[in-house]
């Protein structure tokens, strides 16, 4: 091979692994001492008044509000946000809960963080988020995603 096609392909391979455009398909890293740090900090600043400072959630959270939507539910192992894929909580996360995560007109509370947080930085909360889960959830998780083939 020629040695600036590698070269360009190293590039490439640079750009992907640090937040170049297609930072959507990097994945939480929750052994990413560095990622997990950040994400604390970003999780106490942007979630935790909702997902609660630990990760618990909002009480009775598997109750409708009065006003129709749904309260904040855990991220911890109580919740269900383990049986996702990374990538679909990260498109929450970036997007907030709507289509195609939500049928059209969803009315919901939580907020989109597309303009706040940049991809890596979303990266970074889920890594801290998935860091605190403990060895049983990954164990349930990895079968999961045997199961649907992902
Ligand atoms: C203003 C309150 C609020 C804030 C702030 C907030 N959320 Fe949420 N979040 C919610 C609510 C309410 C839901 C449930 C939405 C629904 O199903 O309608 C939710 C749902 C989610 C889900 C899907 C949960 C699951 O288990 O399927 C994820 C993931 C999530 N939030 C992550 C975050 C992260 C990460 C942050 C911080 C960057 C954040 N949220 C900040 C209110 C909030």
Redesign the pocket.
Known sequence: MDKRVIAGAAILAVLAGCGGKDASSVGAQPHNAKWVRQGQT??AE??A???GAKLEGQADWRRRKPDG?????PHDES???WH?PDSL?FA??KNG?VPPMAPEGYQ????A?GGK?SDQQIWA?LSYIESTWPAEVWQARREMERDSGR
């Open positions: 970003l999780y942007h979630c008044s909702c997902h939507r749904l309260p904040a539910p919740g269900h946000t996702h909580l929450i996360v809960v919901s509370d939580m907020p963080f947080l909360v």
